[in-house]
């Protein structure tokens, strides 16, 4: 049971927009604590997506965005492209357990 | 362009130990905050440990606590992670991750090295 709640999978066709979940608690996010996000392709690393909640690092396409309100964010990408399939993971900070926390994952299938 | 390559990973037995390294390059490996992250097979991540950039701070999960050491040496721009009392759960990938900014966002991180706990 992860700290952080997301759905464990979403769908969507090639150009549509798509939406991830975050859901955290005053712990962690509602604290406000930055959320991260990470991308994992198939058979390869987590890589850094988003990261203070809406900041993208440089390379990273404009067609993902991040969000966050209250003890949730999200993470939106719009233009869905079939290499977009991947396990996308939110990371934030918990004070009373004093670690850091990830979500338990979102695999994005592009149909 | 920084680069972490982890080693050390590999079949072990319950109760056994084992020393997982992480070589860097490409940054002032003494300048940053490191962690280690581990996935077991076919689940989500899990923070593992986390060390300061001189070594004097460390922070653990609790489902590792007092059985693993996360450590540094600088001067070899090396991280590392004692494992030790090792138990089929601790099965995963591990991977290491460099803390970046003030809100310790993980980047980059490395391959990681699969470590597997079975008789």
């Known amino acids: 049971q992860s700290v952080l709640t997301q759905p464990p999978s979403v769908s969507g066709a090639p150009g549509q927009r798509v939406t991830i979940s975050c859901t955290g608690s005053s712990s962690n996010i509602g604290a406000g604590y930055d959320v991260h996000w990470y991308q994992q392709l198939p058979g390869t690393a987590p890589k850094l997506l988003i990261y203070g909640n809406n900041n993208r690092p440089s390379g990273v396409p404009d067609r993902f965005s991040g969000s966050k309100s209250g003890t949730s964010a999200s993470l939106a990408i719009t233009g869905l492209q079939v290499e977009d399939e991947a396990d996308y993971y939110c990371?934030?900070?918990?004070?009373?357990?004093?670690?850091?926390?990830f979500g338990g994952g979102t695999k994005l299938t592009v149909l | 362009e920084a680069q972490l390559v982890e080693s050390g990973g590999g079949l072990v037995q319950p109760g056994g130990s084992l020393r997982l390294s992480c070589a860097a390059s490409?940054?002032?490996?003494?300048?940053?905050?490191m962690n280690w992250v581990r996935q077991a097979p076919g689940k989500g991540l899990e923070w593992v440990s986390y060390?300061?950039?001189?070594?004097?701070?460390?922070y653990y999960a609790d489902s590792v606590k007092g059985r693993f050491t996360i450590s540094r040496d600088n001067a070899k721009n090396s991280l590392y992670l004692q494992m030790n009392s090792l138990r089929a759960e601790d099965t995963a990938v591990y991977y290491c991750?460099?803390?970046?900014?003030?809100?310790?966002?993980?980047?980059?991180w490395g391959q990681g090295t699969l470590v597997t706990v079975s008789s």
């Open positions: 490409g940054f002032s490996f003494s300048s940053y905050e």
């Open positions: 060390i300061s950039s001189t070594g004097n701070t460390v």
């Open positions: 991750a460099r803390a970046v900014g003030t809100d310790n966002r993980f980047d980059p």
């Open positions: 990371q934030s900070h918990d004070s009373s357990l004093s670690v850091w926390v």
